[in-house]
């Protein structure tokens, strides 16, 4: 069998997320109809990362093993071809047959995309939080830089269900923090995410930079390891998955 | 009376353009129906220029008389609550009497987005036109500049039916078409356009662009006054109103 992965873009307003569902259009559901319909064979879609609902990906990444004998510009054509216009296969490229696109991810990349000036902006609602009190870059870049390296995330988790045994531990390489006019970006790369991850951090260094909560708390809160001490997460919109990186493959 | 002049910002997607009509959600509309809700008095909005359907605006100005003794900032504030999030008002400021946001404005800017690789984006669907080959960025800002001055622009008009007795004489102050990336932008400033002006002569210059024509047959159809010697205008979600100037008022 082949194994095929994929670069992927998705504007994540229409999409209950990546991962298929019961009911509801996903990213996953939408490539496998499009993948069954080229290849006329039953597909399944394995995703690096999981998005929740009307969170976007300019560098998501998938994996599946067809025995289509299709080349892989038919691939990218037909897919974009069969696709709607909120989802697009930007490349394909062949695996070796082991590939996991996710279990063999070494680092994921988020952005998260706050517009901060006193008056909404129609053009810039849909990839961006708004919020018009003027917020402390410098503070926030500051607490965000504290979060490098190998710890316990857990109080920035996703709520609900314990889930017994699994690991909260994460590992964050890389953080910025910055800010462009109007705009404020934080991005953050890391071998991994809990679910949630980056928009209750966001949420939490919000907080921090209306001055709602100091640079002490925000580790307290933190090392406290308990979800239910931290703020509301930042809305899904101000999300993007920027990219998804392996070791072997090269893109 | 209170003479009131407002900036605008919206996401044209879902609206039926500016003006006000029979049937179908307008800017216009929209405006009048919150006004009417805030004030308790029937309003009529003035906009300084008509954009047409899926045309954006950053930058679109508008006025309207009132006898409400409602701040300004209870002006901005209310209609900002009451308009959907695709339409927002940036500021508000008291005008003369005598002024009128279309009569008046001695200026308008549009800017023209273009997303020239070759696969489609879904983030950039709703603000960009998508052009899979390679564009002559160079070829088209020649030919732009060509345009400058003042000029019968007949050529580029809306097609339809003949307003006989109107003059299609424009003054082009400035222009100027860059790429940054993927990206290509083309920004027109002039006295005044003509109806589908700005995505008449994008369509026209993309075709250059492509090499489908050159630059002394760009002038010809240009100089030729006769629309259906043009090609097909570019479509609608590339185009933005950037600002609209007038002499007396400060922004």
Chains 1, 2 share one sequence.
Not at 127 to 139: E, G, K
Request: aromatic share 10%.
């Amino acid at each position: 069998m082949r194994n095929i992965l994929l670069d992927l873009e998705y504007d994540g307003t229409d999409f209950w997320g990546s991962q298929i569902q019961v009911r509801g259009r996903t990213v996953q559901g939408e490539l496998e109809k499009a993948l069954g319909q080229l290849t006329q064979q039953k597909t399944r879609v394995l995703l690096a990362g999981r998005t929740d609902q009307g969170v976007h990906a300019r560098g998501q990444r998938a994996n599946f093993y067809t025995a289509s004998t299709l080349s892989l510009t038919t691939f990218v054509r037909g897919l974009n071809a069969l696709l709607d216009p909120d989802l697009a296969v930007l490349q394909a490229q062949e695996v070796p047959e082991s590939f996991h696109a996710r279990f063999d991810a070494r680092r994921r990349t988020y952005r998260y995309t706050v517009y901060n000036v006193a008056i909404r902006s129609p053009l810039a609602r849909r990839y961006a939080w708004h919020l018009s009190t003027a917020l402390d870059v410098a503070a926030m870049a500051a607490a965000l830089q504290m979060l490098l390296g190998e710890h316990d995330f857990a109080a920035f988790a996703a709520s609900g269900p314990d889930r017994t045994g699994r690991t909260t531990v994460r590992r964050i390489e890389q953080v910025r923090c910055w800010s462009e006019g109007h705009w404020i970006y934080f991005q953050i790369t890391a071998n991994a995410f809990l679910r949630r991850m980056v928009r209750n951090l966001v949420g939490q260094l919000v907080l921090l930079g209306q001055g709602r909560c100091d640079e002490a708390s925000f580790r307290t809160i933190w090392q406290g390891l308990d979800r239910s001490q931290a703020g509301p997460p930042a809305p899904p919109q101000g999300l993007c998955l920027l990219r998804v990186e392996y070791e072997d493959i090269e893109r």
